[in-house]
């Protein structure tokens, strides 16, 4: 897999909602109602990060949920950290 060039992340975040690149990752932020629909988006996101072996780093604040995607294999972003954005966006839309 290859690290992705500044050019092509941001392409690809443009089509993302509210994910910003520094720091080598892509980071993002989702505030929920209350600890228990944070903690339940984070368990839903959790199986599709299993299902593509790739996981992220992410904290959690009673209801605040902070995710850094990177691929540290390669050093920084890869398409696959740019797929699993594109999941967790979904899957926290439905939530929203």
């Known amino acids: 897999m290859e690290k992705l060039s500044d050019i092509e992340i941001q392409k690809s975040i443009s089509k ?3 994910w910003e690149y520094y720091d ?4 993002t932020s989702f505030e929920f109602d209350n600890f228990k629909d944070c903690i339940n988006a984070m368990q ?21 949920l902070d995710i850094k995607l990177t691929t540290h294999d390669v050093g920084g972003v890869t398409i696959l950290d740019i797929e699993l954005a594109e999941i967790i966006d979904k899957l926290i839309e439905v939530e929203e």
């Open 16 to 18: 993302l909602t509210d």
């Open 24 to 27: 080598d990752a892509i980071h």
């Open 44 to 64: 839903r996101i959790a199986f599709e990060c299993e299902a593509l072996n790739h996981h992220p780093e992410w904290t959690n604040v009673y209801n605040v």
